[in-house]
């Protein structure tokens, strides 16, 4: 159980185009779930939180309007990278629990879709 | 910055047991200890968690000092798939879900 989906699993774009991941729990419903980005040979790091029925929030640094999140069902969150530059070529993952906030459980991620832009 | 540290790296051989140490001596008393592994190009695969007392399950066990401030995921029978970047992840207390990775101990099996 606890099955964590994204597509696609990559991308090849050219530079200007907006790219749309998607993220899908399978197996049950999530109102929150979580965006990363990690580039070559560094660690994930956290880029927004994205709530159904409502806006995503931003870790600093992260643009929100290059970076577009909806989340308009419990199961299904979308990040869609706008006008994509070359610097935007990085690997993008999800995670999502079944559990709410209070029972400590842990995140399940999806595996990952990388995006190239050319 | 991240609230764990681990080793950069380590080798292990197939067959044997793998102790990865991870320290996290400023965790708060409510913080738990979650353990990640990625393999190359997938996204992060969950293994275990705990609180205060030592887990087990069928991947692996943790186990976590009577003071809470360092702990040692062991993977008992390693073996080649179980080459990857292991994170020591403590969960932030204010900010559910929200995972802060830090550097990861990269792990290889030989044969």
């Known amino acids: 159980g606890a099955v964590v989906s994204q597509h696609p699993s990559w991308v090849i774009c050219k530079s200007g185009t907006s790219v749309k991941i998607e993220c899908r729990s399978l197996?049950?419903?999530?109102?929150?779930m979580f965006w990363y980005r990690q580039f070559p040979k560094q660690s994930l790091m956290l880029m927004a939180t994205?709530?159904?029925?409502?806006?995503?929030?931003?870790e600093q640094g992260v643009e929100k309007d290059k970076f577009l999140i909806n989340h308009a069902s419990l199961t299904l969150s979308t990040l869609t990278v706008t006008s994509a530059h070359p610097e935007d070529s990085s690997f993008y993952i999800c995670s999502a629990s079944p559990w709410g906030a209070a029972s400590n459980q842990p995140q399940h991620f999806g595996d990952g879709t990388r995006l190239s832009i050319l | 910055d991240a609230k764990t540290t681990q080793p950069p790296s380590m080798d292990c051989a197939e067959g044997r047991a793998a102790n990865l140490p991870c320290n996290h001596s400023t965790i708060s008393g409510n913080e738990y200890v979650y353990w990640y592994r990625q393999i190359h190009s997938q996204g992060p695969q969950y293994i275990i968690h705990g609180l205060k007392n030592n887990e087990t399950n069928e991947m692996a066990s943790l186990i976590i000092t009577e003071d809470r401030k360092s702990s040692t995921l062991i993977l008992p029978h390693a073996t080649l798939r179980d080459t990857a970047v292991y994170y020591c992840?403590?969960?932030?207390?204010?900010?559910?879900?929200?995972?802060?990775f830090g550097a990861g101990t990269q792990v290889v099996v030989t044969p």
């Open positions: 992840i403590v969960s932030p207390t204010d900010s559910w879900g929200k995972l802060q």
């Open positions: 994205s709530n159904e029925g409502s806006k995503a929030t931003y």
């Open positions: 197996d049950f419903q999530a109102t929150t």
